[in-house]
């Protein structure tokens, strides 16, 4: 599919020249800092120079006073506390990352993560009710809660108190907890309201040693699995998340938790240099499998080992859930793509609903966002779990998925999310109508231009622009992530000629009149490979990465479209 080169617009001038002044670097380094909100020297070095000092006060967070005292006064009670997560990423790192941390100082602590097939997403009556069965008056629900009011008000009922950390958009009542802690309060004061489940963890530890004038190092031990959390939730690597991840990732490299080396050393990256990419794709898909596959209490363990042996025997577990988990992914995707390419109406629609009762509930999603990837439009996989249909949803740029979900209502029994990606359930019966209702409103609602993969780019270069010190400052952009994407560059009229490697992805050579080689790297684009070689003139959009090969390091343009 052609993708649809859109390219940022141009600075005000004005302002331009003056941040260039200030920063005596050249116009593109001035554009991008400017397209990440970047229009002063001071924001320049905290930016550039991030420093863990600069973290807000944990304490301007609304209740966290509140949560200090109440955990203090459990500690001091030896009440018993159970530590409560979600079972993706974020969850299990949270969870991992406060029990660690209270282990050491109180012996009556457990954690509990929900089974992802039994009691399902977040606060569960059957949690609680383990709770209660085993003596505990204090729950901490990490990465979840902020909606769970019912839940909170039967935990009441059994006199066991909560604390909710969560970074979920709370609903319009907040649930009668001893301290509910969440930027994304309209009455919470706290300046950064982007963090992580686990990022809110980190925040009540943080509070904690400060209240007690602990060593803040007792914190920082944390920052990897922190930086995994951030990566792997898709939050936005801005302002207290980028000084999170900048730490977290100069740890994993240097000392990481046990369970993380563990992961490391499964993976097939070995050049002791993980990126936030590298924990997307290497690390993320391992610690998820295993609530995927069997119980996310598997990650946990992992995670919370003390020693590297006892991480080793756990990621074994770990890494043959997520081998498990990638032959059902991709067996369940040729199913689906069959299922599509087998029916021409199916190909026409400007939407995907695909159905069958024997798909496994942990890998859908993982299989529309392959679907979406395909045919670029709103997707949705459905299959039959615990006498119902659940089914996964996910959108594509601009459309606004929990608003087209919110006109099928009346065929749903359950459906939450947000604009791009959700989650939903309905009766067998109502699969077709509700095959036929999306579609009408997808039909309804879409752009035209929605239905074509996009290419931002953030300004035009010429290859000689690429020189060692642009390279140097550039690097300096990093961590890359949300709103702080690795910049895509566009170059007119290159030369080449190239190769085919591995399956279907492009080696190739490029050049423009009195500027070195440059090597570049083109994922999924060998159909170009012809033209390329005919020794025409061609456009190139692309990031620039460094190629580490067998311990050679080199510049390589990672081309992310071709046009001609």
Not at 450 to 464: F, G, R
């Amino acid at each position: 599919m052609q993708k649809r080169w859109v390219i940022k617009p141009k600075n005000n001038a004005t302002k331009t020249e003056k941040l260039r002044n200030e920063l005596g670097v050249s116009p593109v380094i001035t554009e991008l800092l400017l397209n990440r909100n970047v229009s002063t020297f001071d924001e320049a070095k905290l930016f550039f120079r991030p420093e863990l000092d600069m973290l807000h006060d944990p304490f301007l967070m609304q209740d966290m006073d509140k949560a200090i005292y109440r955990i203090e006064q459990a500690i001091g009670n030896k009440e018993k506390i159970l530590i409560y997560g979600d079972y993706d990423v974020d969850g299990t790192t949270a969870v991992s990352v406060v029990y660690s941390f209270f282990r050491d100082f109180h012996s009556g602590i457990e954690f509990y993560i929900p089974d992802r097939y039994v009691e399902g997403y977040g606060i569960s009556t059957q949690g609680i009710d383990y709770a209660a069965e085993h003596g505990f008056s204090l729950i901490i629900a990490l990465d979840c809660g902020i909606k769970a009011n019912d839940k909170i008000d039967y935990a009441k009922s059994k006199n066991i108190d909560f604390i909710i950390g969560d970074h979920h958009l709370p609903g319009d009542e907040i649930p009668q907890a001893v301290a509910v802690l969440d930027p994304k309060r309209n009455d919470c004061a706290y300046p950064y309201k982007e963090l992580s489940g686990c990022g809110i963890g980190f925040k009540i530890i943080q509070a904690f040693i400060q209240k007690n004038d602990m060593d803040i190092q007792l914190a920082y031990q944390y920052l990897d699995l922190v930086a995994v959390s951030i990566a792997s939730d898709i939050v936005p690597i801005t302002g207290e998340n980028r000084i999170l991840t900048h730490y977290g990732l100069k740890k994993l490299n240097t000392n990481p938790n046990c369970g993380l080396q563990a992961l490391i050393n499964l993976s097939s990256n070995k050049t002791g240099q993980f990126s936030v990419n590298d924990i997307v794709f290497q690390i993320g898909p391992r610690i998820n499998a295993a609530g995927r596959i069997e119980h996310a209490k598997d990650a946990v363990k992992l995670l919370i080992s003390k020693s590297l042996q006892e991480a080793k025997d756990f990621s074994a577990t770990v890494d043959d859930q997520n081998n498990q988990r990638k032959d059902l992914d991709l067996k369940i995707t040729e199913e689906a793509l069959a299922l599509i390419g087998g029916d021409e109406a199916l190909i026409k629609r400007k939407s995907t609903v695909l159905y069958k009762e024997d798909w496994h509930k942990g890998v859908i999603g993982i299989v529309a966002s392959r679907l979406t990837e395909k045919y670029y439009r709103p997707t949705i996989v459905l299959t039959k779990t615990n006498g119902h249909v659940a089914g996964s949803a996910r959108s594509v740029i601009g459309f606004d998925l929990y608003e087209a979900l919110s006109e099928c209502e009346d065929l749903l029994e359950q459906y939450g999310g947000h604009k791009y990606a959700a989650g939903l359930t309905m009766s067998t019966e109502k699969i077709e109508a509700f095959q036929e209702r999306f579609e009408q409103v997808v039909t309804k609602l879409i752009k035209p231009e929605m239905l074509q993969q996009e290419v931002l780019i953030e300004t035009e270069i010429k290859l000689n622009d690429i020189e060692a010190k642009f390279y140097r400052i550039l690097k300096q952009f990093e961590p890359y992530g949300p709103q702080n994407e690795a910049p895509i560059f566009l170059t007119k009229k290159v030369q080449g000629t190239g190769y085919i490697v591995g399956n279907n992805h492009l080696k190739v050579t490029i050049r423009q009149a009195d500027t070195p080689n440059f090597e570049c790297i083109g994922f999924g684009l060998a159909e170009h490979l012809d033209f390329i070689n005919s020794g025409q003139p061609f456009d190139i959009c692309y990031t620039i990465e460094e190629n580490n090969w067998r311990g050679k390091k080199n510049l390589q343009l990672n081309i992310k479209a071709i046009r001609y």
